[in-house]
């Protein structure tokens, strides 16, 4: 690849107000915890009778007696609360840390787990809101939309079609998974947004490697029913097979995307500073490390703190990196990230001076542990 002195300028996360821990389902859905294991999330992340296969599934094992997977806690939109809401104040923070004002930037690509209006995405809702004027347009990718709307911003910028483009990105699973259903026990919301033009002659993307993930796309699927009240409502389903899709395509996404933007860059894996990984489950950090043969302490886990916000979770992981202090200018770092249905892409990238937006919450342990325990959501300050 040819290397261009573009990448990202800025960062910021937007969470919405209500946060659940464990004991919120233990007290209102005590018998869905007694019967965990027969229900959607406990079938998802399971061995369905197997024995252990491959890294994936050997590092889910010491979860699979905790019924909520190792999730601590999540973030959850209030009725008061929209994605809209969360989308425009993760703009205005990573305008802000760029010192940039909304008229400095002329393309807006979002990307949204899932849309606001089903049927359409949000780039025209959201530039509406913000009175922005110039390009706006979707990225769909599903939880791996965040490298791929990085790659897209970077090809047009490196094109000198448009200077500063403004990446957005949004998910409110809250809004398509109840809560009584055992599914959204490791699911969050939340937006994140950064800002992508020209860096340092030295700095930027170096190489970058996408796949699509069709081998994903029966993992989940949108399905209308009925509310109590009889009201049409859209709902995100789990297929039957998300088990075994999960833990067969696990190794070879990674595998393929992290190698081949290692070699597209130019560079080898023993070069690399620090690792982002998109973190959807408590064990991934440490089945990414495991596969590519790293110390785990060149990477960031924080599911503890954040639990799933599908895309979102590149956004958050690269801005606590940064905050802090596993990351800092020049360093090289390789992010990957992957979705059903969608892509999975890994870009390595010279890390610039990227200014961060207000905190998204007041603390974050920086020695935090790959493990999960019931009290370990009583252990944190805010």
């Given at each position: ?95 802000a840390a760029a010192k940039l004002s909304l008229e400095d930037v002329d393309l807006m690509l979002v990307a949204s787990v899932w849309p606001e209006q089903i049927g359409f995405g949000d780039a025209a809702f959201l530039a509406r ?254």
């Open positions: 690849m040819a290397q261009h002195a573009v990448g990202i300028r800025s960062l910021a996360v937007s969470l919405p107000s209500i946060r659940h821990n464990n004991d919120y389902y233990r007290e209102k859905y005590p018998e869905l915890v007694a019967q965990a294991e027969q229900k959607s999330l406990g079938k998802w992340f399971s061995l369905d009778g197997s024995i252990p296969r491959n890294e994936f599934d050997l590092e889910m094992v010491p979860y699979l007696s905790d019924p909520f997977r190792g999730t601590v806690q999540r973030w959850v939109l209030s009725t008061k609360e929209s994605p809209l809401m969360l989308q425009c104040r993760a703009v205005k923070d990573t305008l809101e913000l009175g922005f004027q110039g390009a706006a347009w979707n990225i769909d990718a599903s939880c791996g939309s965040t490298l791929i709307a990085l790659q897209t911003a970077y090809a047009l910028v490196s094109a000198e079609q448009y200077h500063k483009v403004l990446v957005v990105i949004s998910c409110s699973y809250s809004h398509f998974v109840p809560e009584h259903d055992t599914a959204s026990w490791f699911l969050s919301d939340g937006a994140g947004a950064f800002v992508v033009s020209k860096l340092e002659s030295n700095q930027g993307i170096l190489g970058i490697k996408t796949v699509h993930a069709g081998a994903l796309c029966d993992l989940i699927y949108p399905a209308i029913v009925k509310d109590i009240h009889g009201n049409l409502q859209v709902r995100m389903q789990v297929s039957k097979d998300a088990n075994r899709l999960t833990r067969e395509t696990a190794v070879e996404f990674l595998r393929t995307c992290c190698e081949g933007a290692i070699n597209a860059a130019g560079v080898t894996l023993e070069q690399i500073d620090f690792f982002i990984f998109n973190t959807p489950t408590a064990w991934f950090a440490r089945f990414c490390t495991s596969v590519l043969g790293i110390n785990p302490e060149r990477t960031i886990d924080l599911y503890s703190q954040y639990a799933n916000i599908g895309p979102v979770l590149t956004v958050v992981n690269m801005y606590h990196a940064v905050q802090l202090g596993k990351i800092g200018e020049n360093d090289l770092v390789l992010v990957y990230g992957f979705g059903a249905a969608g892509a999975a892409s890994a870009s390595v990238m010279r890390w610039g001076k990227v200014a961060l937006g207000s905190a998204p919450i007041h603390k974050i342990e920086s020695d935090l542990a790959v493990t999960s325990s019931r009290d370990r959501s009583k252990a944190f300050s805010f």
